[in-house]
């Protein structure tokens, strides 16, 4: 019987491959250990942190060989930060590694093959191409910092100079408000004490029209120098179309969702994604990387084939975006989204669009669609659509969700996933329920991240 790696055991391992979440994975006595830090090809030293019974994981002491596909990092912050855990692979690899991960969740979780693999899209840029950006402040020994949580370290902040993923601009106004923050005299908020003001900024910035929204997010007391920060910022920065106070006046440390006071500018910012104009408040959803969002919509217009005589449903349809893209080449589109804001937003979208043909109706995904395919008493079934898009968030549609998908009875499914691995286990239900998958592309929406997106597309047999 091999024996079993103790937490702190030093280790060396040769890392055999990246598993699903970006993790290195080595082999060693029977045993498969993930190890933090590490990329296929590389001999390191690892420091067991966890054991379990048939598996450990570790985190990349020293790098003893580099592997081949290795690059120098850029960012300032990488290997403190944990934000972008790839950037030390060669972009090319990073593309192979999310397409053979797409492929054996669809193969391993699916079961499925017999579908035809496109190769994936990479994305254009590679830097700086994130329309948001959430930040926290933190206290520490007496001075304000402003950045991201440090991995597993939820009370501590990195203190952010420059992030790559962001703008230079939006770079520019979180130092600006650091500043400001730290001027004040006033102290960061403590979740034990529950005192102290600041809190989290949010930065939005569209791509296409170059708007900014800045949110300030505070706990309740006034907000010292409110005015001079607005003429400060609106003075420097006139790309700033939105400037916002929010007010969280629970503990939990979340940045968005509370009642927000316009300081300068408009309660929203506009962007456009495929030639939409987009109605952008603080709690919208949007796809947080416009150009490969573009390239995901063009995606799954392409796999939907609409001839243009077409009712399409686009379930989790956040502030529409899908839907719209497709009004413009179907008969009718009908979207079902949970958050009533987003729901209200998509309509008004539809509205600013001209979109006439393209109707939102606030609710979940499970109770709506069982309204129309089980209508209550004598009702006569509402007309079903021949093509349905579904774009869950991370955590797919559940099994209900999927049953009613399949009463529709459409003819063609596409499915817009962020998961691949949950998207597998609903497309093994689909699978029994009828549907063939015949087509998958993986669009990369974050280099340097292991995250994929996918988009699919399941035939009725
Ligand atoms: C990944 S987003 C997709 C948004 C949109 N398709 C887009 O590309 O901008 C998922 C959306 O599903 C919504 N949602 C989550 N659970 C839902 C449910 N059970 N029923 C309806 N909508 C839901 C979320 O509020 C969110 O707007």
Redesign the pocket.
Known sequence: MPEKPKTNDELELRIDSLAFGGRGVARTDGFVIFVEGALPGDLVRARVTRSRRSYAEARTVAVLEASAARVEPRCRHFGICGGCSWQSLAYETQLEYKQSQVNECLSHIGGLSGFETEPPVGAEPLWRYRNKVEYSFAGEDGVVNLGFHLPGQWRRILDIEDCLLHSEATNRIRDRIREFARASGVAVFDQNSDRGFWRHLTLREAARTGEIMVNIVTAPGEFPGADELSRQLMGEFPRIASLLWSVNETRAAVATGFPFRVLAGRDHITEEVCGLKLAVTPSS???TNTAM?ERLYEKALEFAEPGGDELVF??????G??ALVFARRCREVFG????DE?ARQAMENARANGLGNATFRQ????SALKQIVEPAGNAVPAVLPQIVIL???RAGASKK?VQRILKLEARRLVY?S?NASTMAANAAQLRQGGYRLTRVAAIDMFPHTPHIETVARFERD
Do not use: H, M, N
Not at 336 to 339: D, L, P
């Open positions: 959803f949007l796809q969002a686009d379930l989790y349809s956040g502030i975006s899908i079902i989204e949970i958050v987003a609710g979940k995904v499970r774009d869950p968030p969700e817009v962020c």
